[in-house]
C-alpha cells in the first residue's frame, strides 16, 4: 500500500516539476518546487528512503525562504547560502543509509547554487542537472514515478532553456 501511495506522490511531483521550468518568474518556480519537494518528501518516508525525504524537507524550506527574500526584493547573502549548503551536508551524513545517500546530497548543494542566482537560465541548467541525479537515487529507492518526474524534469529544463535561447536570439536579430 505504501508502495502504490509513493507512486502517486510520485506523479504529483511530475506534474509540479514539469510546470515549474515553465514559468518565466523565479518565484513561481520556487513556489512549485516548494509543493513538489513536499510532495516528494512523504513519497521517499513511504518508501523509508530516509536520506531523500530529510533532504527534501529541506530543500523545501530553503525554497519557500528563498522565496520569501524575493518577495522582499532581496537576494539571499552568501552567508543564508552557506547555511544551507551546510545543513544539507550534515543531514545527508545524519540521515546516511548507504552510498546511494550521496546524490541527494550532491544534488542539492547543486540545486541550492542555482536557486540563489538571480538568472533563471542558470536555475533551468541546475534544475537539469538535479533531476538525472535524482531519476538515479529514485531508481535505486524504487520511486519508479519519481525517476519518471525527475527524467521529465531534465527534459523540460532542456526544452526551456532551448526555447529561450531562441527567443533571445530572435529578439538580437
Known sequence: MFFILAQICGLIALVLTVISVQFKTKEKIVMCSVLANIVVAIQYFLLSALTGAVISVINAIRCLIFYVYKKKNMKPSILVLIIFEIVAIISGIISWQNAWSLIPIIVTVIYTYGLWQDNVTIIRITTGIVGFGWAIYNLVVMA????????????????AVYRNRNKKIKSMQ
Open 144 to 159: 519508479y514515478v519519481g525517476a519518471l518526474q525527475e527524467t521529465s524534469q531534465l527534459i523540460s529544463a532542456i526544452i
